[in-house]
């Protein structure tokens, strides 16, 4: 099994592409390979396949955060299965991951949320779509400085407080104020869970 996240940015055209559209890319390229394995396309849609199906939900917080950092956002679909089509991009792979995922983000606009999965195990789904949307409520909001605390804190989890602090030029208790703000606690609690669960379907 696999995951496949698809996505289009929200409020792109509010900035010129050339002030998110470099380092978007390079956020991406720590996830693999571009174009066979993350591809951006028409401007502001993408394709990222994450081989490891339990890194897929903190792969779309990242890429959350990041853009809230930049006062962008995306509207992003998980889709769990297989790849039963290897291409030379992305957007031209298949399988039943590619279709979960496609077929979901079709209906995110429809649904308000700018964040679900699909895995066609119902009992998984809404469950974790449940958790998602009570999630979004704060994570929707996220202010420009707690989008930076928590794109340090995922991509560099053994720092502390103080660590984090130097990255981001402030003492250790305006860190303290960040995570508390960002809910990051919460939104690590709900990582945990997704991959407790996504294990037990993946068996």
Do not use: C, H
């Amino acid at each position: 099994m696999i995951s496949v996240i698809t996505g289009d940015i929200i409020g792109s055209r509010q900035l010129k592409s050339k002030d998110w559209i470099e380092s978007l890319k390079k956020l991406f390229s720590q996830f693999g390979k571009n174009p066979s394995e993350w591809e951006i396309y028409r401007g502001d849609e993408f394709q990222i396949e994450i081989k490891n199906p339990e890194e897929a939900l903190l792969t779309t917080l990242l890429i959350k955060a990041y853009l809230r950092s930049i006062k962008l956002d995306a509207r992003m679909s998980i889709g769990f299965g297989d790849k039963t089509y290897t291409a030379k991009k992305i957007s031209e792979s298949n399988g039943t991951a590619f279709i979960n995922s496609g077929e979901l983000f079709e209906t995110l606009k429809k649904q308000k949320t700018t964040l679900a999965l699909k895995s066609g195990n119902l009992d998984f789904d809404t469950k974790l779509n449940l958790m998602l949307r009570l999630s979004l409520t704060f994570m929707d909001n996220w202010l420009v400085p707690s989008a930076k605390f928590i794109v340090i804190a995922v991509q560099n989890p053994t720092l502390s407080q103080e660590g984090i602090g130097i990255k981001l030029g402030i003492n250790q208790a305006a860190v303290s104020r960040r995570q508390k703000r960002a809910q990051y606690d919460l939104m690590m609690d709900l990582d945990r869970y997704f991959r407790s669960q996504i294990k037990e379907i993946t068996l």
